[in-house]
Every structure is written in structure tokens, then in C-alpha cells.
């Protein structure tokens, strides 16, 4: 097998793909190209100050196969990070999740088969669906396939189209499942930067529904070390789930926001719920911890999100221009 030197990383100008590019950069020798369109998640900013002879940005998409093709026989592993990620925008508009998803991982798994490159595939707890608030069972790689929203829809399907390449044309692919990831340069569409933006604009943070609903935080550093585990480690063909025990309701997170900003831990609006909203993910990662050794590092969600809250307020110049129009979207819903 070829040693890893150079790492295609797509979607690397969003929010854990940048992170990932700093943690081979700070962590690896390697050498990284980001292959990314820059949609209205990327930021180029978040790959600021990275070393020239080390990282480079391709802009393009991953679902062009002239683009895809030529990048991926010129490395010896991916890191396919590139998607729509949002469940609510998938909500409004299925079709661009179609495209990216399904038909960028498609691309790429053609690339990878015709070049034998090494394939990591970034996927999400949601593929599962949604667990019982006191079911005692966490999600497993075991765990049958049942998707709600578009987004998480299309992230089963690019998952089980890695299944069958590994299986049908033998590339080297793995692929991981992780819970819901927070820290810098999260897009402000997302549940806590729309919150802690909130706060600093003296707006009270919205809570979808009864805030009953349960996600398990992870910090994206955390992310971004299992995935250079994965990578180093894992056993071709195998899934690996990603999580750091970190269960909350919404309605803890938005209560300590609130803390955290000084405020009152009552000064938020219950809005509109989503449509089909999720209940509860929860990950069981012994196989990643007792296989392959890795740990998560922010064990204090508090903590995190405290140093979350100061980025956000000390990053305003990135987010702002953002804010308006994102809010827009969200009281055209009522939420
Ligand atoms: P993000 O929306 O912040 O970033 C996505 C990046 O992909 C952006 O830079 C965007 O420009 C790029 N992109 C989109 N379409 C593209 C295309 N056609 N070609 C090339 N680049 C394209 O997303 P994120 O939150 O950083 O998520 C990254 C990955 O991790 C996704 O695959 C997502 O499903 C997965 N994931 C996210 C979480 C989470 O909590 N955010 C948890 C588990 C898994
Ligand atoms: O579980 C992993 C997934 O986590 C990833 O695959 C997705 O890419 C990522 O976006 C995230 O999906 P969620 O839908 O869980 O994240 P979001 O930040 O949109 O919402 C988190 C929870 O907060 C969810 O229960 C909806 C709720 N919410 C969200 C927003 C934006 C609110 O209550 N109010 C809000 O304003």
C-alpha cells in the first residue's frame, strides 16, 4: 500500500473540514489540498495563516468528475468532507443535498476506484434516525439505517454507496458516523452560533418546539483527531462512530448560553418546531476508543462552549456580514 503523503480534503473551507486542515497540519507531515466549491458555508478566512508549502484550495465541485478525477489520482488518501449539511435548508430545498451528496460521493468513489486511492467518507449519527428519550441504547455500528430529513437521507445513501464500492470494486474506504460538532467557525445557521449571535445582537435565542429534543455535542477538534485515527488505523471496509458523551437537550444548551452571556436562563422564544425533528441521537464509540486507542479531549462541554462563545464575540467581523440575511431565512419560517 502507497504511504500517505499528500491528503485531498473536500469540503475543507467549511467548519470541521477546515478544522481537520489544521489538525494534519499541526499534527502530520502531510501535504493537503482542500477541493472545495466555497458554497455559502465555506470560508476561505478559516484557512487563513496555514503554510503555502503545505496546504493549498482547489475551488471547484466535487461532483464534476473532470475536476475530481485529475485531483484524486494525484493524491494517496481523501478525506471527503463536501456536502449540504443543514437539515432545515434541505427542508426547503432537497435538490442541491441531492446533487452534492449523493452525486458528489458518487464521483469521487469512481476516482478513487480507477486510481486505487485510500477513501475516507465523513458521515453523521443521523443516518440511525432517532432514539426514545429514556431508550437505554445508544446508536452502534450495528445500529439498522433509518433516515428522516432530506440531508440525513442523502448521507445514508452516500454511505451506502462507500459500502457497496468497498464490497464491489474493492476500495479502500472507511467511513465515519459522528454526533453533532460545535466550536469556531460554525456556520451561523447552526442551533448554538445562531443562539450566541443572538445574544450579542440582544435578541432572544429561538428553541424549536418544546427543546426537548436531545443532541450529543462533540467539539470539532475532537472530531478531527478520530478522523487522523481513522485514517492511520482504521481497517479498510470498516464504519466508526464518532462520539464523546456528550448528550444535552436544547433546551440545557440555550440555558447555558444564556449563563454563559450574563443573561437570564428564561430569556428565550419557543418557535415553530421542524419538520420531523429528530428526538435524540446518542453515540456508543467503544469500537473507535477500544480498536483504535482515540479519546476525545473536551470532556468539559461547558467549558467548550464557554471558548466557543468568546470566538463568536471576538470573531464578529466574520460573522456579521451573515447575520441579517440568515435571520431573514429563519422569520420567513417563523422560527
Ligand atoms: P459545512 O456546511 O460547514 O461545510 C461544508 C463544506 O463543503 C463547505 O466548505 C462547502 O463549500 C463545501 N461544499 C458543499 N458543496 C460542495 C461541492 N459540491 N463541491 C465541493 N465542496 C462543496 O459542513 P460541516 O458542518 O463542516 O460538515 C462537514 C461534513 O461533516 C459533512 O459531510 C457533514 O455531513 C458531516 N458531519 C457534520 C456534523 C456537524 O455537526 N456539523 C456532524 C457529523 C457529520
Ligand atoms: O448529528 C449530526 C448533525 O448535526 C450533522 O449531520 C449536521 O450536519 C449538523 O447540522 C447537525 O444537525 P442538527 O439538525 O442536529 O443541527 P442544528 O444545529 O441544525 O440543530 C441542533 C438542534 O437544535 C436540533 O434539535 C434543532 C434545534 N434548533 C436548531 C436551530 C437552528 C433550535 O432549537 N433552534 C434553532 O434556531
Not at 429514556?134 to 462507500?162: C, H, I, M, Q, W
Not at 460545535?182 to 429561538?206: A, C, L, M, S
Request: aromatic share 8%; net charge negative.
Amino acid at each position: 500500500m502507497r504511504r500517505v503523503q499528500r491528503v485531498l480534503v473536500t469540503g475543507g473551507a467549511g467548519f470541521i473540514g477546515s478544522n481537520f486542515v489544521h489538525h494534519l497540519v499541526s499534527h502530520t507531515d502531510l501535504t493537503v489540498t482542500v477541493l472545495d466549491k466555497l458554497t455559502y458555508a465555506a470560508s476561505r478566512d478559516a484557512l487563513a495563516g496555514l503554510p503555502e508549502s503545505r496546504v493549498r484550495l482547489v475551488v471547484g465541485d466535487v461532483a464534476d468528475a473532470g475536476t475530481v478525477d485529475p485531483l484524486v489520482a494525484e493524491h494517496d488518501a481523501v478525506v471527503h468532507y463536501a456536502a449540504e449539511s443543514h437539515n432545515d435548508n434541505s427542508l426547503t430545498d432537497p435538490s442541491p443535498f441531492v446533487q452534492t451528496n449523493l452525486i458528489g460521493t458518487f464521483t469521487l468513489l469512481e476516482a478513487a476506484r480507477r486510481h486505487d486511492t485510500r477513501l475516507h467518507h465523513i458521515s453523521t449519527d443521523e443516518v440511525y434516525g432517532d432514539l426514545e428519550l429514556d431508550d437505554p441504547e445508544r446508536f452502534t455500528e450495528a445500529t439498522p439505517y433509518n433516515p428522516s430529513s432530506p440531508y440525513s437521507s442523502t448521507k445514508a445513501g452516500s454511505d451506502l454507496l462507500v459500502r457497496a464500492w468497498v464490497r464491489s470494486f474493492g476500495v479502500r474506504a472507511t467511513i465515519s458516523n459522528c454526533s453533532n460538532n460545535y466550536g469556531p467557525w460554525q456556520h451561523i445557521e447552526k442551533f448554538i452560533p445562531r443562539q450566541i449571535t443572538n445574544v450579542v445582537d440582544g435578541v432572544r435565542p429561538k428553541l424549536y418546539g418544546s427543546g426537548e429534543n436531545v443532541r450529543d455535542w462533540i467539539h470539532a477538534d475532537d472530531h478531527s483527531s478520530a478522523v487522523l485515527a481513522i485514517l492511520e488505523r482504521g481497517a479498510i471496509g470498516e464504519t466508526y462512530l464518532i462520539g464523546a458523551d456528550g448528550e444535552k437537550n436544547n433546551l440545557e444548551v440555550v440555558r447555558l448560553i444564556l449563563g454563559l452571556m450574563g443573561q437570564p436562563e428564561d430569556a428565550f422564544d419557543h418557535v415553530t418546531d421542524r419538520a420531523g425533528h429528530d428526538l435524540r441521537y446518542a453515540i456508543d464509540s467503544t469500537k473507535l476508543r477500544t480498536e483504535l486507542g482515540w479519546l476525545p479531549q473536551f470532556g468539559d462541554f461547558e467549558a467548550g462552549l464557554a471558548a466557543t462563545i468568546d470566538w463568536y464575540r471576538e470573531h464578529e467581523a466574520w460573522w456579521r456580514p451573515h447575520k441579517d440575511a440568515t435571520e431573514a431565512t429563519y422569520a420567513a419560517k417563523g422560527q
